[in-house]
Every structure is written in structure tokens, then in C-alpha cells.
């Protein structure tokens, strides 16, 4: 048993990487469709939901795929994978599902069938948030990797936690919103609800992306933490700003 677990440790983050690259492809073909289309990318209905939310997830699970072999080896690691790669791709599909079918993705309980889909994605984003919310904790103590690089890991695990946690704040204000006849996705007069969402969920990326570039340029270890710790002071304004922004009712550039 202990053989079994010690195999399937050393590949740790192998689906992930390929469910990742799959997922980035199938976002690049539904981009690639609706230019061709010349289709509009906004609306509930355009084709930008099932291509960025495959560009994003895409990303997320690569990045997962990562660093997940520089944690400790646990016995969870394989079901947790499985689990999180399993919900992460299954609401990809959805989305495009319901883009293919002409519905909106979200905010959509018009019958059963779009009432359904849209609680299965809530579920499976709840599960895969449970599972990222492990691995957050495990990165605290667990992780085996430079100074840089853990600030970057876990400074990112964290932004995606508040992306996650902001995810469930804006569809419970639009679905508010939506009951009394607004729009689910602006609040106020012209505040964007899904602005400080996308501003903290690729910290995962771009913080690492950060410390791997300095190490290339042969920065030392000590000057690369203080990049990245002011890297993450930058995302957590960043954020701080949009919030500000969009609970004001204001554009994402519309300064007062």
C-alpha cells in the first residue's frame, strides 16, 4: 500500500497539467470561433464565457500541476487531485454547454433544466474551492521550495482563496439584484461585481512568473523575496482599489 502511495505521490500534479493544457485549448477554440463568427464578447450569451473561463481554469490547474510536487507527499494528494481537476473541467463543460444550448450560463433558472446546471456549478465550485482550500493549508507547512518561490506559491493560493470567497459575494448580489429587476452583474450605477474577482485570481500565476523570471536574470534569493512580497502589496491594492471601485458604482477606470 505505502509502495502504491509513494508512485502515485512522484506523479502529483500530471493531471492536472494535461486536464490544464486541455482546458487552455478548448478556451483558445472557442476564442478562435467567435472571432471567426465575428461574434460580440459581451453579453450573457457571447462566446467570452466558455473562452475565458477555459483560459482561466486552464491556467489555475497548471499552475496547481506545478507546485503541487513541491509539497510533502500525503496519501490525499491523488483523490484531491482527481477531485478538484474533476470539478474544475465538469463547470467548463457546463458553461459551454449552456453556451452551445443559447442560455446563460449564470443567473439562469429559467426551467428546470437551466435551474439545474446552474446548481451543479455552484456545487462543483464549492467542492473544487473545499479542495483548494486544503491545499492552501498544506502550502503553509508542507511546501519544499526557495524563499521566493514559497512567498509566491502561498501568496497566490491565498489571492485565489479571496477570488473564490468574492465569486460567492457577487452571485449572491446579482442574484439579489435580479429578484428586485437589475443587473446581475453591475452594482450601482456602473460598479463591474466581476472586477475584483479577476483582479485576484491569477496572482497564481503572475507571482511565481515573477520569481522565476528573477532567478533567470541571476538576482539573488534575498532580492527576489522583496520583489515578490512587493509584488503581492501590489496585487493586495490592486484589489483594495477595485473593490473601492465597484462598491461605489463606479467603472473599473473611472476615477472620483
Known sequence: MDAAIEI?????????????????????????????QASDWEGPLSYRKPALFGLSFGLTLCSLGWFWPKLSSSAWDSPAEGLIVTCVAAEVGLIALQYWRGQPSHFNHDGWVNGSIESTMTALVTVATLGLLWLTWRAQWFLQASSDVAWAIRGGLWFLLVSCAIGYGIAAIGQHQMAVGGNPEIYGRAGVLKFPHGVAIHALQALPAIAIALRWLGVGEQTRVRWVQAAILVHALLLVYSLGQTFQGRGRWEFG
Open 8 to 36: 502515485a505521490n512522484d506523479r502529483r500534479g500530471t493531471i492536472a497539467w494535461r486536464v490544464g493544457l486541455g482546458l487552455l485549448a478548448f478556451g483558445l477554440m472557442h476564442l478562435a470561433w467567435g472571432l471567426v
